[in-house]
């Protein structure tokens, strides 16, 4: 699934119990892909999520994995995510030496290639490699932590980001990452976005499986109205 046409739920693990997580892909089991957060400590403050919890996830699961690379190195460590099976892989464009390397690289491995930008990262940055570009994560909170609030002045960036794509008549998945929740996903779907990571909002709730299926819904119905 391309998610240019339809909206996707991406449940982020970082918000699962790691001591039950087999069990708590299960309860996921009707999301469109697993979100899988990776942090180095340096890039962004906390540590967690090697290649071998990826190549555990990918075991659990049958959905797609997405692999997001908050390190500050993604050139020295993206083989062992491809390695691992990641089928999405995000890379920040703060942390780049070679996008267009990894790019190609991701690509080589069968997997899709993306570039995440931080909330205070501006779209001309991607200027050079959006053609190359699978998938798009705009995130819309400063990343590191999980359960922070959605930052609304990012609703104009992935306006922006929308209205660039068309113009130059390219597709990819625009994915967003932070504060999902039923409140905001219409509005952040009539902006634009259609793969949405939601982390507590989905393993904070008490059926696991509806919140999925409201948040998939509004962000469709919303499309459609905006269409």
Sequence with gaps: MEFTDTCGIA??????????????????????????????GHFVPNVN?????????????SLPVDVHLMVSNPDDTLGGYLDAGADYVSFHMEAARHAH???????????????????????????AILSDLDMVLLMTV??????????????????ELSHMCKVRCLSPIIEVDGGIKASNIAQVAQAGATLFVAGSSVFGAPDRAAAIQELRQLANDATALHA
């Design 142 to 159: 400063d990343p590191g932590f999980g359960g922070q609030s959605f930052i609304d002045n990012c609703l104009p960036k992935i306006q």
């Design 49 to 61: 999520f090697g290649p071998s919890l990826v190549a555990a996830v990918k075991q659990g699961t």
């Design 101 to 127: 390397r990894m790019v190609s690289q991701i690509k080589a491995a069968g997997a899709k290639a993306a570039v995440a930008l931080n909330p205070g990262t501006s779209l001309a940055s991607l200027d």
């Design 11 to 40: 449940p982020s693990i970082l918000s699962a119990n790691q001591l039950t997580l087999g069990e708590d892909l299960d309860s996921i089991a009707t999301a469109d892909v697993i979100h899988v957060d990776v942090m180095d």
